[in-house]
């Protein structure tokens, strides 16, 4: 049962969806990064961009790769109004009044999801949905290889925007020295929001890459919200390579945790990761300060 | 107390006593019953996270853990219902202990606090539903046996009071612990952990007293649950679905106040109920209510709806906390 | 009463405290100075339980209370207060008093009357039904006091109780401190505010860089001018000798 011809391609396929735990969980750690808050809505978001790409595609016959243009900005546009309206405003600065609003926030867009689109799950059959790709000794279906593809360059751009830009290097001011930053005549408010934004934009591209091989419903969100708390934990809160490695190894963990030992187990076994990370090392273990 | 308070409350009990006598339809009585149980099960919430300032994602592991301990028991032994009930807080009240041991001992705090309750209500979840001795995600039916000594009433009144009761415990509870040495070790935990330490409290037992009251008191919520409807399943005992209904209860009514729980039940039941009332029966439309409700108590009225009523009755203002 | 034997703790390599010694007799009031980051913050959460030191030992009547927690040496009869006041802001003044109160008297009556006592012994009495977040700079002080007072104390570690406030009001306190020291509680204070402490203390510590430096009485240290000035500004010595008001910085 252990011969690597059945673990190889297990590890592949464990790492390719890790790839897009990353992109959700590198939503996250930008948003607890520069604003520390927890946002509960993640996953919710997720949800809409997923009904964004399955739309577009079943109405307008757009392909989910192409929709990723029109996603990502309506996202962050998403992001940005309810950074600035609603959690930003509501939240008094208190940590667990943030969490309390953006649950607050996750219960009506699951619920509007599921009056408006009922319960039902829904998938799109792509042309190459079952298209499968050699590699080594492992066949990997298309969608999960340009799913990883992809979400690493993603992270790479967000690593570059951080890194180079002005924007990237307000946020980083924001989300060292708020006060500071606010001295400096930079618009607290304002890179909030942006942030919060790039951080939505981020799961408007995971969704669009996610569709060809997922499904989409309105709780499909919580399917990814914890096990992106867990991947930003593990790596740190506020680290993005934390987040990129954190990433794919709960993925791995999750696939070959499966395979061993049955299907339910690798879902225990990123709780249980998330618990004991939580208990014993809050910081992670990808640098990150604590907390 | 004040004598105009007694009055009313003492008014408010009589109506509630004679509630069943009015109303006839089985639809309102449940209606009720669901208030009751949840202002209960608030209380207990906040006797937590309003009093002791710890706030839980997850009083699903307390629910549920008291609703499979009285079933299992009842379905494999045949133990009594009302025994039940000791055995259901018993065993929320060690799970409480059990996840606040861990969490506070390693100083677990805030939202890192919040969101280690949520993973052991899902971790809780996963087990049951995988577990031979829980039915699986199948479920338990508990089986039909009407009898008082079962604890199976032919109509809803019977339910109806034994609800009642748990709900006046809990405020009995609440008050009492507001009134106590523990109580205020909460609050100024609550408030400031390092100062109450400087001044000799015991932080983390306090925290570990009021997780385990909490847990065992939402335990018994769930015995009630069980023994109601007969059946139970993963996702209804360890769901995010209770934890989320429990919390928002809780908020809504007021923190850390003795009736605000009761008051965020009859408010976020009823106007979820009106809601579906007013636009049809589509499954979510409440959800979407208590959500907007969750937002707006938050921007608006951070003490809930007990500080609005406490402000109502004394315009002129005072001594209460923010 | 209080004996603190070679006690070092560092912070990341750095030493707040290395190998201080000192003692503490019954009945008295003794004052710990030095320049601020000299360490007498550390070395008093050190003896309240808030830091473990790395090295060394403190004892309390004889007993060893090193790395005790700090709920357990408040227990033995050592409290302290915060050079930052900590109250409970949501609280009033009566409960945030009784939270100390609470630790001798399980009952409420008798926890809310010795709470009433005890703000009426530091001026509060007034003020019993305000919410803390509405006192002054000196209420909050006072209140800081009353709430470890409440916890009836052998020993009472005062972190900077004068700082910030006006010269009327340290005269209040200096008062309250008198008082409380006649009462059979021992009082060891770090304290800026020199004209306090020539008032106060009967012996005094001086720490800098971590190091108990000089020690003696008042006359004593102010018999050190060269200690004095290297450490608590220039004319401290001067100012010390002759009494006279106002504060060093």
Same mark, same amino acid.
């Not at chain 1, 070959?256 to 225990?268: R, S």
């Given at each position: 049962?252990?011969?690597?011809?059945?673990?190889?391609?297990?590890?592949?396929?464990?790492?390719?969806?890790?790839?897009?735990?990353?992109?959700?969980?590198?939503?996250?750690?930008?948003?607890?990064?520069?604003?520390?808050?927890?946002?509960?809505?993640?996953?919710?978001?997720?949800?809409?961009?997923?009904?964004?790409?399955?739309?577009?595609?079943?109405?307008?016959?757009?392909?989910?790769?192409?929709?990723?243009?029109?996603?990502?900005?309506?996202?962050?546009?998403?992001?940005?109004?309810?950074?600035?309206?609603?959690?930003?405003?509501?939240?008094?600065?208190?940590?667990?009044?943030?969490?309390?609003?953006?649950?607050?926030?996750?219960?009506?867009?699951?619920?509007?999801?599921?009056?408006?689109?009922?319960?039902?799950?829904?998938?799109?059959?792509?042309?190459?949905?079952?298209?499968?790709?050699?590699?080594?000794?492992?066949?990997?279906?298309?969608?999960?290889?340009?799913?990883?593809?992809?979400?690493?360059?993603?992270?790479?751009?967000?690593?570059?925007?951080?890194?180079?830009?002005?924007?990237?290097?307000?946020?980083?001011?924001?989300?060292?020295?708020?006060?500071?930053?606010?001295?400096?005549?930079?618009?607290?408010?304002?890179?909030?929001?942006?942030?919060?934004?790039?951080?939505?934009?981020?799961?408007?591209?995971?969704?669009?890459?996610?569709?060809?091989?997922?499904?989409?419903?309105?709780?499909?969100?919580?399917?990814?919200?914890?096990?992106?708390?867990?991947?930003?934990?593990?790596?740190?809160?506020?680290?993005?390579?934390?987040?990129?490695?954190?990433?794919?190894?709960?993925?791995?963990?999750?696939?070959?945790?499966?395979?061993?030992?049955?299907?339910?187990?690798?879902?225990?076994?990123?709780?249980?990761?998330?618990?004991?990370?939580?208990?014993?090392?809050?910081?992670?273990?990808?640098?990150?300060?604590?907390? | 107390?004040?004598?105009?308070?007694?009055?009313?409350?003492?008014?408010? /009990?009589?109506?509630?006593?004679?509630?069943?006598?009015?109303?006839?339809?089985?639809?309102?009585?449940?209606? /009720?019953?669901?208030?009751?149980?949840?202002?209960?099960?608030?209380?207990?919430?906040?006797?937590?996270?309003?009093?002791?300032?710890?706030?839980?994602?997850?009083?699903?592991?307390?629910?549920?853990?008291?609703?499979?301990?009285?079933?299992?028991?009842?379905?494999?032994?045949?133990?009594?219902?009302?025994?039940?009930?000791?055995?259901?807080?018993?065993?929320?009240?060690?799970?409480?202990?059990?996840?606040?041991?861990?969490?506070?001992?390693?100083?677990?705090?805030?939202?890192?606090?919040?969101?280690?309750?949520?993973?052991?209500?899902?971790? /809780?979840?996963?087990?049951?539903?995988?577990?031979?001795?829980?039915?699986?995600?199948?479920?338990?039916?508990?089986?039909?046996?009407?009898?008082?000594?079962?604890?199976?009433?032919?109509?809803?009144?019977?339910?109806?009071?034994?609800?009642?009761?748990?709900?006046?415990?809990?405020?009995?509870?609440?008050?009492?612990?507001?009134?106590?040495?523990?109580?205020?070790?909460?609050?100024?935990?609550?408030?400031?952990?390092?100062?109450?330490?400087?001044?000799?409290?015991?932080?983390?037992?306090?925290?570990?007293?009021?997780?385990?009251?909490?847990?065992?008191?939402?335990?018994?919520?769930?015995?009630?649950?069980?023994?109601?409807?007969?059946?139970?399943?993963?996702?209804?005992?360890?769901?995010?679905?209770?934890?989320?209904?429990?919390?928002?209860?809780?908020?809504?009514?007021?923190?850390?106040?003795?009736?605000?729980?009761?008051?965020?039940?009859?408010?976020?039941?009823?106007?979820?109920?009106?809601?579906?009332?007013?636009?049809?029966?589509?499954?979510?439309?409440?959800?979407?209510?208590?959500?907007?409700?969750?937002?707006?108590?938050?921007?608006?009225?951070?003490?809930?709806?007990?500080?609005?009523?406490?402000?109502?009755?004394?315009?002129?203002?005072?001594?209460?906390?923010? | 009463?209080?004996?603190?034997?070679?006690?070092?703790?560092?912070?990341?390599?750095?030493?707040?405290?290395?190998?201080?010694?000192?003692?503490?007799?019954?009945?008295?009031?003794?004052?710990?100075?030095?320049?601020?980051?000299?360490?007498?913050?550390?070395?008093?959460?050190?003896?309240?339980?808030?830091?473990?030191?790395?090295?060394?030992?403190?004892?309390?009547?004889?007993?060893?209370?090193?790395?005790?927690?700090?709920?357990? %040496?408040?227990?033995?009869?050592?409290?302290?207060?915060?050079?930052?006041?900590?109250?409970?802001?949501?609280?009033?003044?009566?409960?945030? %008093?009784?939270?100390?109160?609470?630790?001798?008297?399980?009952?409420?009556?008798?926890?809310?009357?010795?709470?009433?006592?005890?703000?009426?012994?530091?001026?509060?009495?007034?003020?019993?039904?305000?919410?803390?977040?509405?006192?002054?700079?000196?209420?909050?002080?006072?209140?800081?006091?009353?709430?470890?007072?409440?916890?009836?104390?052998?020993?009472?570690?005062?972190?900077?109780?004068?700082?910030?406030?006006?010269?009327?009001? %340290?005269?209040? %306190?200096?008062?309250?401190?008198?008082?409380?020291?006649?009462?059979?509680?021992?009082?060891?204070?770090?304290?800026?505010?020199?004209?306090?402490?020539?008032?106060?203390?009967?012996?005094?510590?001086?720490?800098?860089?971590?190091?108990?430096?000089?020690?003696?009485?008042?006359?004593?240290?102010?018999?050190?001018?060269?200690?004095?000035?290297?450490?608590?500004?220039?004319?401290?010595?001067?100012?010390?000798?002759?009494?006279?008001?106002?504060?060093?910085?």
């Amino acid at each position: 049962m252990l011969d690597p011809v059945i673990l190889l391609p297990a590890a592949i396929n464990g790492l390719t969806m890790g790839a897009v735990y990353a992109l959700v969980a590198l939503g996250l750690t930008l948003i607890y990064g520069v604003l520390h808050i927890i946002n509960f809505a993640h996953g919710s978001l997720l949800m809409v961009g997923l009904y964004g790409a399955f739309f577009l595609y079943q109405a307008g016959g757009i392909d989910p790769y192409l929709s990723l243009v029109l996603l990502v900005p309506a996202l962050f546009g998403l992001g940005y109004i309810l950074q600035w309206g609603v959690i930003g405003r509501a939240s008094h600065g208190s940590d667990q009044n943030v969490l309390l609003v953006t649950l607050g926030v996750s219960i009506v867009i699951e619920n509007l999801a599921l009056y408006f689109f009922t319960g039902d799950t829904r998938t799109i059959e792509a042309p190459y949905a079952f298209e499968m790709v050699d590699i080594a000794v492992a066949r990997v279906p298309l969608p999960r290889l340009v799913a990883f593809g992809a979400a690493l360059a993603i992270a790479a751009l967000l690593w570059l925007l951080m890194a180079k830009t002005d924007l990237g290097r307000a946020i980083r001011a924001v989300a060292k020295e708020r006060q500071g930053a606010r001295l400096v005549g930079i618009d607290v408010d304002h890179i909030f929001a942006m942030s919060f934004g790039i951080g939505t934009a981020c799961v408007g591209a995971a969704a669009a890459l996610l569709l060809p091989m997922f499904y989409v419903s309105p709780h499909v969100g919580h399917v990814f919200v914890l096990v992106a708390f867990t991947v930003v934990v593990l790596g740190g809160m506020g680290s993005f390579i934390g987040a990129l490695l954190g990433g794919l190894i709960i993925g791995v963990t999750e696939s070959l945790g499966g395979l061993i030992f049955g299907e339910t187990f690798g879902q225990l076994a990123i709780f249980l990761i998330f618990i004991a990370i939580l208990l014993f090392r809050p910081t992670g273990f990808f640098g990150g300060r604590p907390s | 107390m004040t004598m105009r308070q007694g009055l009313a409350g003492g008014l408010v /009990l009589v109506l509630a006593l004679m509630a069943p006598l009015a109303i006839q339809s089985d639809f309102w009585l449940g209606f /009720l019953i669901t208030i009751l149980l949840f202002a209960a099960m608030g209380m207990a919430w906040n006797i937590l996270g309003g009093y002791a300032g710890q706030f839980s994602f997850g009083h699903a592991a307390f629910f549920g853990t008291g609703a499979y301990a009285t079933s299992v028991l009842h379905i494999a032994l045949g133990l009594n219902p009302w025994l039940g009930l000791l055995v259901a807080a018993a065993a929320g009240g060690t799970m409480g202990l059990l996840i606040g041991y861990l969490s506070f001992r390693y100083g677990l705090r805030g939202s890192y606090f919040a969101l280690i309750t949520l993973a052991f209500a899902e971790v /809780l979840r996963i087990l049951a539903n995988t577990a031979g001795f829980t039915g699986g995600g199948v479920g338990l039916y508990l089986p039909l046996n009407i009898g008082v000594a079962n604890m199976q009433f032919a109509g809803k009144a019977g339910y109806y009071y034994v609800a009642l009761g748990l709900a006046l415990a809990s405020i009995l509870i609440a008050w009492r612990l507001e009134r106590s040495r523990l109580g205020a070790w909460l609050a100024a935990i609550r408030e400031n952990e390092d100062a109450a330490r400087a001044l000799g409290v015991d932080t983390f037992a306090c925290k570990l007293a009021a997780i385990g009251i909490s847990g065992a008191m939402t335990g018994v919520g769930g015995w009630f649950y069980a023994h109601y409807y007969l059946y139970i399943d993963p996702e209804i005992a360890y769901g995010p679905g209770v934890s989320v209904e429990i919390l928002l209860v809780a908020i809504v009514g007021g923190l850390g106040t003795v009736l605000g729980p009761l008051l965020g039940s009859v408010a976020l039941h009823a106007a979820g109920e009106l809601a579906q009332r007013l636009m049809g029966d589509t499954p979510g439309l409440n959800l979407i209510f208590y959500g907007v409700l969750l937002v707006v108590m938050v921007r608006l009225m951070p003490d809930g709806l007990a500080g609005l009523v406490r402000r109502w009755m004394r315009p002129a203002g005072g001594t209460q906390r923010a | 009463m209080l004996e603190v034997n070679a006690v070092t703790k560092s912070f990341g390599g750095l030493a707040a405290v290395a190998a201080a010694s000192l003692r503490v007799a019954e009945g008295g009031i003794v004052a710990l100075i030095g320049p601020n980051g000299a360490g007498k913050t550390t070395l008093f959460a050190a003896i309240s339980g808030f830091v473990a030191p790395d090295n060394g030992q403190i004892l309390f009547n004889g007993a060893a209370i090193t790395g005790l927690a700090p709920h357990l %040496i408040c227990r033995r009869g050592i409290v302290r207060t915060f050079q930052i006041v900590q109250p409970f802001g949501g609280l009033t003044v009566r409960e945030n %008093i009784v939270v100390g109160a609470h630790l001798r008297h399980a009952g409420r009556r008798k926890a809310l009357m010795r709470a009433e006592e005890v703000a009426r012994r530091v001026g509060l009495g007034e003020l019993l039904d305000r919410p803390a977040s509405a006192l002054t700079v000196a209420g909050r002080k006072r209140l800081e006091l009353a709430r470890a007072l409440a916890t009836a104390p052998r020993l009472l570690l005062l972190d900077e109780v004068m700082a910030g406030l006006n010269p009327a009001e %340290i005269d209040e %306190i200096v008062r309250i401190i008198r008082d409380i020291r006649a009462s059979g509680v021992t009082v060891f204070l770090i304290e800026h505010v020199m004209q306090a402490v020539v008032s106060l203390a009967d012996y005094v510590y001086v720490l800098n860089q971590g190091e108990i430096i000089a020690q003696g009485s008042v006359s004593e240290i102010a018999a050190m001018p060269n200690v004095i000035e290297a450490y608590l500004g220039h004319g401290a010595a001067a100012r010390m000798t002759t009494g006279a008001a106002g504060a060093v910085q």
